[in-house]
């Protein structure tokens, strides 16, 4: 026996079936010197027997047999262990026998006599190695129908809409390869109808930078979330917060981007920011109506004062100038105060009048290069949507002066095929390289409204050349009156 095969079948329970007493004992010998622990018959029908009680790596048996033949056997293996190596033996070169021994599963056919133990043990080790291989492998078989299956049920069961596509060589969204019920249902589309669409298809076009930043994120590793919105089937638009995170598929990373409805938690957001207005309205209001009437009452009765007390060096007229000075700066304190809480203009005049004040204060109160300029736009935000665009001008011209350091501002209201754009440029430092905590939470709750209101909110920042907020939101269009 070569050193190859020594101690090859350790552990190894192999059952031999030889009638001829030499021949058998041949075979016990050889296997036995190669590790295994052999068991040996003279007739099919003991062997039988003994694989009902016993479990064996491998089968050697001679063809011709008294009684029980090794086909016979062989197909009574089959019909019962169809994974157990069987290695026929035979003294007679019948083709036919071989041929129907290989179609009945035997894993190998030897002809006697076999006088070296390097075949033998080659051919039952080689038998043995390949059903454990074929045991591993519907292990593994197994084990992933299991994982699949688990998959497949977190999947539909999930509580979010999921959407599982590919990545393109330049990191953009492929077609989509696999969807949930959910995400069915959110968009009102049929499952067909989304695979193979790009989601940033289904992303309104003032979103999907948002979306491909967010992407870029996910490359890195990790999770990654934002918050976009999801055109229906209908045209419908559903907030939603998506979160996305690579994952192995077949060999390959894809991204699994689950999208959660936020409606509900918009719509009280938006009730709690309206809340919020209406108690800043009313305190505006206060200060103008109450408080800066006092104010301008006590600046003018003063300034009555001092004229009556003369114009001398009388501790009357003094005290009445530093009353008349004193009121007149309280008054032009709440009156910044009062158009800061309460733009009064955005109540009666609109917006437009209300950013064109905003440019116009701007300028004249912190000397800081500040103009409006208006494009074509129809059907001008009013209400809440107003208030809420107002209150985003006001906090990206704040930022621009207080963090930025410009010297020109330029707030723009535009529209252009369907969606409108309110803009603030600013020639400033650019915020983007080192946010302070009090520049941070004003990009937050900028953010913030325009998610509100459904908007898009970009902050393109370039360090020395200054920044540009970028709000974009579809125009909502009046229908046209039937003649």
Aim: glycine share 8%; charged share 25%; aromatic share 4%.
């Amino acid at each position: 026996m070569s050193q190859k095969h020594q101690k090859q079948l350790k552990d190894h329970r192999i059952l031999v079936v030889e009638d001829e007493e030499a021949c058998r004992h041949v075979l016990q010998t050889f296997l036995t010197m190669a590790g295994a622990t052999v068991t040996a018959f003279a007739r099919a029908e003991e062997a039988v027997a003994s694989l009902k009680q016993q479990a064996f790596d491998a089968v050697v048996t001679d063809i011709c047999l008294p009684g029980i033949s090794g086909l016979d056997l062989l197909r009574s293996i089959r019909a019962s262990r169809t994974d157990l190596p069987v290695i026929l033996v035979t003294g007679f070169t019948n083709v036919d026998s071989a041929i129907e021994a290989l179609h009945l599963g035997a894993q190998d056919y030897l002809l006697k006599p076999i006088r070296a133990a390097d075949p033998l043990v080659g051919s039952v080790a080689r038998a043995v190695e390949h059903r454990r291989l074929q045991q591993r492998a519907r292990l593994l078989q197994r084990r992933l129908r299991e994982s699949e299956e688990t998959f497949r049920v977190l999947f539909q069961e999930a509580n979010d809409a999921c959407f599982v596509y590919g990545l393109t060589a330049r990191g953009l969204p492929g077609p989509t390869i696999e969807v949930n019920q959910l995400a069915t249902t959110l968009l009102s589309r049929k499952r067909e109808a989304i695979l193979h669409t790009i989601l940033t298809e289904m992303i309104p076009t003032e979103y999907r930078g948002d979306m491909l930043r967010h992407l870029k994120e996910v490359r890195k590793g990790g999770t990654a979330r934002f918050e976009t919105v999801l055109v229906g089937r209908t045209g419908n638009r559903v907030p939603v917060e998506i979160c996305s995170r690579l994952v192995p598929l077949k060999g390959h990373k894809v991204v699994m981007s689950s999208a959660r409805d936020i409606t509900d938690r918009v719509l009280i957001e938006q009730r709690v920011a309206d809340a919020v207005e209406d108690v800043r309205s009313q305190l505006g209001r206060e200060l103008h109506d109450v408080l800066c009437q006092d104010l301008s009452s006590i600046s003018v009765l003063s300034g009555l004062l001092r004229k009556k007390a003369g114009t001398g060096r009388s501790s009357a007229a003094s005290d009445a100038g530093t009353i008349h000075d004193l009121s007149r700066d309280a008054l032009q304190v709440a009156r910044r105060l009062s158009a800061g809480l309460f733009p009064s203009e955005l109540d009666h005049l609109g917006l437009v009048e209300a950013l064109q004040h905003l440019a116009a204060t701007e300028q004249r109160v912190f000397k800081t290069g500040c103009r409006f300029e208006q494009g074509r736009i129809e059907n001008a935000p009013a209400g809440s949507m107003a208030l809420h665009l107002y209150r985003i001008a006001q906090e990206a011209v704040l930022n621009a002066r207080r963090h930025g350091r410009a010297t020109d501002i330029i707030i723009r209201l535009t529209g252009h095929n369907g969606v409108s754009t309110l803009a603030v440029e600013d020639n400033g430092s650019g915020i983007g390289t080192k946010l302070n905590p009090r520049n941070g939470v004003g990009l937050h709750i900028m953010r913030h409204r325009a998610r509100i209101i459904g908007a898009a909110l970009d902050v393109t920042r370039q360090p020395g050349k200054g920044t540009t907020v970028t709000c974009t939101w579809p125009t909502l269009r009046t229908p046209a009156r039937k003649p």
